[in-house]
Structures are given as C-alpha cells and as structure tokens.
C-alpha cells in the first residue's frame, strides 16, 4: 500500500474537519490530530496494535466485547491501552451496550467479538442499530486468510451475513489497511444517516507486521451524504406552511441524530403548528410544551393520531412513515400534502409520496425552515389555524391518556411506571425493553430533554433494556440510569447485571413483572378469542425466577413491590443506592393493556380509546 502523501493528509484532516459533523465526529477529529501529533512517524506494530492505536486516535474511551481464538491478538495490546475494555457475558450484550452508549452520548459505540459465534452473537444488536440508525462499530476477528472458505473452526462469513443490516461492511486483507478502514469505519457510522458499519479482521492479519501512521487517507470516493437541503424546496415548504389550514409538524428520530432539538422548538414556537414526536423521537420536543400532541401511531394519543389523520399539510423531519405510525398505508393522512425532510434520500417516498422532497440535515433544514418562514411572516402570510387548535384542543380534553386500576386489586403497571418518572424526574435515562412496559414508559413518563429515552425502535428487540443501560451508565455515568423491563425481556439478558456488578456501573432495573408476556397476551386476549397459548412465564404462580434472589446472585442489591403503597418507597430506596446495580422486581396484574390502540393491518381512523371503544367524533370535529 502507498504510504499517505504530506498532501493527502492535509487534504484528509480537512475533509475531517468539513464533512464530518454528525455528533461525536468533532471529539474523533480532535483525538485524531492529537494522536497525529503523538505519533508524527510510522511505528513498527502488529496489526493487532496498529488496530488498538487506531482507537485510540478515533478517541474512543471503552469497548464492550468478549475475547476468543481469532480476535485473541487484539486483547494484547489492549492490555495496555487507554480504551477501557468491559468484559460482558454475551456478545449480544456487547452490541447493545455499544448502542445504548451510542445513544446516550452521540458519538460512535464500539464492541468486539470472536469469529463463528461470536461474530453470529452480534447480528440481533447490529440489525438493532441498522434500523434505529445508531451509530456503531462491530470489529470482529475472523479466521486466517488461507482458512477462509474452508469451514475452519469457528468460521462464519459474517460480512455475508451482515450486508442487508449494516450501513457498510469490511473484510481487512491487509494489516496495513487497518488504521484505514478504522478510520472510514467511524467516519461512515457517524455522518449522514447514522448506522453500523462491521470490520472483519481474519487472525494472521492482526498478527501481522506493519507500520503505523495517523491520520490516513479516507477512500471513499462515493460517499457524500447531503447535508444543506436546496434552497427552491426549503422555500415551497414555507410557503405551504403559511397557507396551511390543519398543519403538522411529524417529527422523528432523525432530529435527535442532528442534534436539531433547539431549532425544532424555535420553528415550532415560530409557526404554531402542532408537533407529535414519533417513539424514536421523545425528548426531541419537551412533554409538556403547550403545542405537543403527544405520541402518534400504534398506541400513541388521540390527539396525536387523528391531528395526522386529518392534516392538510404534514411536515416530516427525519421521520420515516413506518408502518407503527401510518397505519394501513393507503388509508393514512388521505388530504394531507407531504413535506418530507430526511438526510437519507432513499427514504423519502418509499411509503409515501413527497409533495415537497428535501434532502439535508434535520439541522441545517430546520434553520433554514425557520428562516425562510421568518420572511414569510414578514411578507404578512401568517395563516389562522385557531379552528385547528380548537379541535385538537377539545379532542385531548375529552381523550387524555389515563388506566383504570386493576380490578382484582394488583398493583397497576401504569401507575409504577408514571410514580417512577415523576421521582427520577426529566434528567434521569430511561431504557426500555420491547411490549407493554415499553408503551406505557413511552405514555406515562414526561421526556423534556434529547437522549433521556433509549429504546428498540424499529426492530423491537427484546433482551435490549439491560445492556443497553449498562451502556448508557458509562457513556453518562453522572446521570442517573433506569432500565423499565418486563420479566419477558429481562431473562433474556439480565445476565450482564454481573458485568454492572463488577465494573461499578449502578444501573436500576424495573422488573414489570406482569407473569407473561404481557403484549402477546394482550392480542390474545383482543384477537385470538383470550386462548392463551405459551404466554404465562412461571415468574408470578412458581416465582421461578424469584428476581429479588437472582438479583442478589448478580451482586446487585434486590427489591420487591407488590403494593401501590410501597411504590414511592421502594423506588426512593432504589434512587438512594449508587454504589451497586438495583433491582426492582414490581408484582403487577396481568391483565393490564395499553391504550389507545390502532390494531395491526387498520386504519388510523379505527384507533380503539379502550377494548372495543373508538373515540365519538360530533360530525363537526375534524
């Protein structure tokens, strides 16, 4: 390989310097020109140094992983290192905590794993990081060179297996290359829209000699993400928001990814317009802003859900009109003209058409947005939507979200959950598994500040609330950390509380222990004529697991609650303890649903407010 010119360096720090602005990348430029400095000469390394020196220019302070046979060479080095290595009990677990760590902070999470099965192991959180376009670094070892092909032991083709779930994917064939493909790896999960990029580095490639030198040359001559929308389209979007009758402004994940919060408010504030924050999105716009409709979609507010139905103009901002908030496609939003903004062009019209198509950061669309529709205003096109905010209006005072307490007398779900909230308060990070628990963490907590909600969004991994706190804590470790799991969920990978245990990381666990699995068992109970098939755990009748004991096992310290009274108490306790992971296991009914709900496959105008209830609409409401 050509040694980097005097020239194409310079020409690589600047383009470090203009092109990478999604957050994070500034902290990696840094620690790139200051690694540069440190070592202004190529060094004599092996591949597996060169590879651990490369982190460290990238700036990366930890990794989660698990060392075995084909990734062993790179755990030498890191021996030394700066970058802190924490040892998890399931590759799984590695993935998610380099998400959760990813989302919390901004910058890019990174985790390692063996060839075969521990490459395999990795797949569910990077095809969990693909969907919610998180920025992550897998770096896997893989067999040698000459073995590839061969069915070697412990041989997988996991770049094979990972091309259709990550941004991009490579196979190192030289040790040279390595500091390289390190560097575009970061570069490419970090900028445009955000996602998981995998390094395969076979064994005798990290054994390898080689130099080392900071920074390299990035290659990538196809990659341009577009991040300044064109000005004829920002335009026609103002113009149509200030003609607009019922307008809205769809916000999704895409504007927590720019770090676009603070213009978000200021357009928001600037045209009246409504605002409903999709489930990748809460924190995005404070809760409790008079203009925050809530939640849209499968169980999002009423609200929420018809001020999209029947909107004139939707604008959408890094969302993607998924199937969860649109619906029975064909039937969504019918009268509305659609501005859709997103950083990822092959989004905008894959479900639905764009009226206005723009491509650009949700930054850099949003400032604009506000400027053009600043000259708008001043031109004195200012439209009246008071008729729209007095339907919206009335349909939240008639349908606001709420639960009625159990019947049988068991403790509520909801309420755990909306008591946990209002004591942690808006500064704490709420993680949360997949179903019900998720549902209502998302309805009965108040988020008013971007990366305090982590969650599977787009793949709905269960098992993903434990490691991704875990990951959290140490991206944040002065903020308080709170993982609100079901007993489903959380047996899937509560084994990494004894990672928490011993690396000192005081995450607190809610068990939302329902007995079942509680999301399933609802479309039983709505669908399937309340057959119960293969939903009830054993964690209520047999106690099996008694979490309180498995919690104390993982040396954490274990607690239950089975009564609305012990609720504040318990999780005062929880909130008291800061040096040891906590677990909560909280004995709530089964029979509990979420609400409101737009069934799988219908309509949103056929949004249930309670089983078998649909909200009444006078024919004068929207």
């Not at 600047?14 to 902290?27: H, K, L, Y």
């Not at 970061?186 to 998981?196: D, E, K, N, V, W």
């Not at 990814?257 to 603070?262: C, P, R, S």
């Not at 489903?488 to 000192?504: H, R, V």
Request: charged share 20%; proline share 7%.
């Amino acid at each position: 390989m050509t040694r980097p010119t005097p020239e194409t360096l310079a020409h690589s720090a600047r383009r470090a310097r203009t092109a990478v602005e999604a957050p994070g990348d500034a902290d990696h430029a840094r620690a790139a020109s200051s690694a540069a400095a440190a070592h202004p000469a190529p060094a004599q390394v092996s591949g597996a140094g060169s590879l651990v020196r490369s982190l460290e220019a990238l700036g990366v302070d930890v990794v989660f992983g698990i060392p075995g046979g084909a990734i062993l060479p790179a755990y030498d080095p890191l021996y030394d290192s700066s970058v802190r290595h924490i040892l998890v009990r399931h590759e799984q677990g590695a993935g998610h905590a380099a998400t959760g760590y990813a989302q919390a902070t901004g910058r890019v999470g990174v985790c390692i794993a063996t060839s075969g099965p521990g490459a395999t192991n990795l797949v569910t959180p990077i095809a969990d990081a693909y969907m919610d376009s998180v920025p992550l670094v897998a770096i896997t070892g893989q067999v040698a060179r000459p073995a590839i092909g061969t069915d070697a032991f412990q041989e997988a083709d996991i770049q094979g297996i990972t091309l259709p779930i990550t941004k991009h994917n490579f196979l190192v064939q030289e040790a040279s290359e390595i500091p390289r493909v390190l560097a575009e790896a970061f570069h490419l999960a970090s900028t445009g829209r955000p996602g998981p990029v995998l390094v395969d580095i076979p064994k005798d490639v990290l054994q390898a000699s080689t130099t080392f030198a900071w920074p390299p040359t990035l290659d990538l001559p196809g990659y341009r993400p577009t991040l300044h929308p064109h000005g004829k389209q920002i335009r026609e979007a103002a113009r149509l928001i200030s003609s607009a009758r019922r307008p809205v402004l769809y916000v999704g994940g895409g504007v927590l990814k720019a770090g676009a919060t603070e213009g978000l408010r200021r357009l928001a504030e600037l045209t009246g317009i409504p605002v409903v924050t999709t489930l990748m999105a809460l924190g995005a716009f404070p809760d409790s802003h008079q203009q925050h409709l809530g939640m849209p979609g499968m169980h999002g507010t009423v609200a929420a859900v018809y001020g999209l139905q029947k909107a004139d103009l939707i604008v959408a901002l890094g969302a993607r009109f998924d199937d969860r908030v649109t619906g029975k496609l064909d039937s969504f939003a019918p009268d509305a003209t659609v501005v859709h903004a997103d950083i990822d062009p092959a989004e905008i019209g894959k479900n639905r058409h764009a009226d206005v198509p723009i491509v650009g950061d949700a930054r850099h669309v949003i400032d604009e947005l506000v400027t053009a529709v600043t000259t708008e205003r001043a031109a004195g096109r200012t439209p009246d939507i008071s008729d729209w905010w007095a339907q919206l209006n009335d349909l939240r005072e008639r349908y606001p979200l709420g639960y009625e307490e159990p019947a049988d007398g068991t403790l509520s779900p909801q309420y755990v959950i909306k008591r946990l909230g209002e004591i942690a308060g808006p500064d704490t990070i709420y993680v949360a598994g997949v179903g019900q628990h998720q549902m209502w963490a998302s309805q009965f907590i108040s988020y008013e500040k971007p990366q305090t909600w982590l969650n599977s969004g787009g793949l709905g991994t269960m098992g993903y609330a434990v490691p991704a706190a875990m990951g959290a804590k140490v991206g944040r470790p002065e903020t308080v950390v709170w993982a609100i799991d079901g007993d489903g969920c959380f047996q899937m990978t509560n084994q990494e509380l004894a990672t928490c245990a011993l690396e000192g990381i005081p995450v607190k666990i809610a068990v939302i222990n329902n007995g079942n699995l509680g999301m399933v068992r609802q479309w039983q109970t709505l669908f399937y004529g309340e057959r119960y098939s293969n939903t009830d755990l054993g964690t209520h009748k047999h106690r099996i697991p008694d979490f309180v004991k498995l919690a104390e096992a993982l040396g954490c310290v274990g607690l239950r609650c089975e009564t609305a009274e012990e609720v504040d108490r318990t999780i005062e306790m929880a909130m008291s303890i800061n040096d040891a992971p906590v677990v909560i296991d909280f004995v709530v009914g089964k029979d509990a649903m979420v609400w409101p709900m737009v069934a799988a496959g219908t309509s949103n105008d056929e949004i249930m407010f309670a089983r078998g209830v649909r909200p009444a609409f006078d024919e004068d409401d929207i």
